[in-house]
């Protein structure tokens, strides 16, 4: 079971970037999905979080930029990043969540998102 990240690169700001994640093996089906963004120097954070009945949770710094997706016949999520701003820059991972405790019980490997102004 893996997961499979990509879609990063560098933008300017008020760009926009879509990642993706890809997951292989049943997790996916009975799980949360989220990604998080480590910023240089800083702890890893939850920016956008879907449920497995497709309801997204953002953070507040995010909200009405980014929206969270999940395809279920393909076992992707991907994460649509609008109006993207310098403090948006860092490593973003995928990672499948327990739907009950919350824990990330997967991570995959990051992508990294660099927002230049």
């Known amino acids: 079971v893996q997961l499979q990240a990509s879609g990063g690169g560098l933008v300017q700001a008020g760009g926009s970037l879509r990642l993706s994640c890809a997951a292989s093996g049943s997790i996916f089906s009975i799980s949360d999905m989220g990604w998080y963004r480590q910023a240089p120097g800083e702890q890893r954070i939850l920016v956008a979080r879907i449920t497995s009945t497709g309801r997204g949770h953002y953070t507040d710094a995010v909200k009405g930029r980014f929206t969270i997706s999940r395809n279920d016949a393909e076992n992707t999520v991907s994460l649509q990043m609008d109006s993207l701003k310098p403090e948006d820059t860092g490593v973003y991972f995928c990672?499948?969540?327990?739907?009950?405790?919350?824990?990330?019980?997967?991570w995959g490997q990051g992508t990294l998102v660099t927002v230049s102004s």
């Open positions: 990672a499948a969540i327990n739907r009950v405790s919350g824990v990330v019980e997967l």
